[in-house]
Nanobody, 123 residues
Framework: QVQLVESGGGLVQPGGSLRLSCAASGFTLDSYSIGWFRQAPGKEREGVSCISRRDDITYYKDYVKGRFTISRDNTKNTVYLQMNSLKPDDTAVYYC????????????????WGQGTQVTVSS
């Protein structure tokens, strides 16, 4: 069964850190570009970061650049999103998704989606 499972979300104070994990089963992650998306309450889902298939080039949206780091561990079939210097505006449900094409934030190009993990940044 093809599945993506996110974990690592939680409640953190402003300025804190979290590491999200996106574990795949039923397929090999390194054949796909993996994107992280997020959806805040009352807002549309938006792209956050992406790591490309084959060459692991990384991309970040401006609002997380310099604070978030995406990485891949092929031995664990897992992609990570290290989130530092978190802000209240980062509060959202975070999703990972797998695309067979180059990195992009166009959701129809993603074949598989996880169920999401909640990140709440609050004092």
């Amino acid at each position: 069964q093809v599945q993506l499972v996110e974990s690592g979300g939680g409640l953190v104070q402003p300025g804190g850190s979290l590491r999200l994990s996106c574990a795949a089963s039923g397929f090999t992650l390194d054949s796909y570009s993996i994107g992280w998306f997020r959806q805040a309450p009352g807002k549309e889902r938006e792209g956050v970061s992406c790591i490309s298939r084959r060459d692991d080039i990384t991309y970040y949206k401006d609002y997380v650049k310099g604070r978030f780091t995406i990485s891949r561990d092929n031995t664990k079939n897992t992609v990570y999103l290290q989130m530092n210097s978190l802000k209240p505006d980062d509060t959202a449900v975070y999703y990972c998704a797998a695309s067979p094409t180059y990195c992009n934030y166009y959701e129809p190009r993603y074949d598989y989606w996880g169920q999401g993990t909640q990140v709440t940044v609050s004092s």
